[in-house]
């Protein structure tokens, strides 16, 4: 499976971005995905995971009822981002794995990232 993340981009505070993950590969209906974001000098952190089905979202505290994981077929999942802070700025990765769990170590798959810039 190989994920390729899009969208990022400089953004100012309050403001939004919509991130894209476009997956390609084999039997992509069997993985769940997740976005994660890692910020300079910081872990790399949940943000938000999608099911299978696309039926059932999980969201990090800090970005609950701010942002909005999708999944619009089994190739293609979004993360709307609205409410932006600084706090928000990070590389965004897209990941695959089995379950929509909010750990690392969940997801078999990872693309390559792509930055988020929210200025002040």
């Known amino acids: 499976v190989q994920l390729v993340e899009s969208g990022g981009g400089l953004v100012q505070s309050g403001g939004s971005l919509k991130l894209s993950c476009a997956a390609s590969g084999r039997a992509l209906n069997a993985y769940a995905m997740g976005w994660f974001r890692q910020a300079p000098g910081k872990d790399r952190e949940f943000v938000a995971a999608?099911?299978?089905?696309?039926?059932?979202q999980n969201y990090a505290d800090s970005v609950k009822g701010r942002f909005t994981i999708s999944r619009d077929n089994a190739e293609n999942t979004s993360l709307q981002m609205n409410s932006l802070t600084p706090e928000d700025t990070a590389v965004y990765y897209c990941?695959?794995?089995?379950?929509?769990?909010?750990?690392?170590?969940?997801?078999?798959?990872w693309g390559q990232g792509t930055q988020v810039t929210v200025s002040s």
């Open positions: 999608v099911s299978r089905s696309g039926s059932n």
């Open positions: 990941a695959s794995g089995p379950v929509p769990g909010g750990r690392r170590e969940q997801y078999t798959f």
